[in-house]
């Protein structure tokens, strides 16, 4: 049975081969689906069916909304699906539009194969006697599992120069889906906004 002439290995009957129908389809099929884009609902999915990827092959993930490639030694993302802002529910003490930023939001991006988070927006802080809200954690309900990094990831945020010395401040993402700002409060460190806008936190 020959094959075609890209060198994929994708068979096809000749003539002179033993007419059946099976296996000139199953040949095919075989032969066409890893080198399509397949489907799955989750990564687990995936992994369970393709127990022996190769090299080249892609993947749809519907949950995660990503498209991922097996680069011979793992799975990959390629890139992102369309991902929705998604507005962080902010604790009691902050509020949306710090300096004029925006409303404070995340989503979840692909940034050099990596499933990432990027925020925009900015939070206003209102001080209790100097002291932060909530103990500086900003959010009200969590990030979901999917937006949660596996370790802490500590990024820098601008934040406004009044009331402080600082023109920058700490940011903890937390693998229990926390977002808490590091430095504000201490020795009258008081920054009535900081900004989230251009940050990014791989997963």
Not at 118 to 136: A, C, D, L
Request: hydrophobic letters at 35%; proline letters at 5%.
């Amino acid at each position: 049975m020959p094959t075609d002439d890209y060198g994929q290995g994708v068979p096809w009957l000749e003539n002179s081969d033993k007419p059946d129908l099976r296996a000139g389809t199953k040949g095919l099929a075989d032969a066409l689906t890893p080198r399509s884009m397949m489907r799955y609902s989750t990564a687990a999915e995936r992994n369970a069916t393709i127990t022996s990827p190769v090299a080249g092959m892609v993947a749809w993930l519907d949950t995660e909304m990503l498209f991922t490639g097996y680069d011979g030694t793992a799975w990959v993302v390629l890139a992102a699906g369309s991902q929705q802002w998604t507005t962080i529910s902010l604790a009691s003490g902050y509020a949306h539009d710090g300096n004029s930023n925006g409303t404070a939001q995340y989503r979840l991006v692909n940034l050099f194969g990596e499933t990432s988070l990027m925020f925009r927006g900015g939070v206003g802080i209102t001080y209790s006697s100097g002291t932060p809200p909530n103990s500086s954690q900003i959010n009200a309900t969590t990030l979901p599992v999917n937006a949660r990094p596996a370790t802490k990831r500590t990024i820098s945020c601008a934040c406004s120069v009044i009331d402080t010395t600082l023109s920058s401040v700490k940011l903890d993402i937390n693998s229990d889906g926390t977002l808490v700002l590091i430095g504000i409060g201490s020795t009258s460190e008081n920054p009535p906004w900081v900004s989230l806008n251009g940050c990014f936190a791989s997963l």
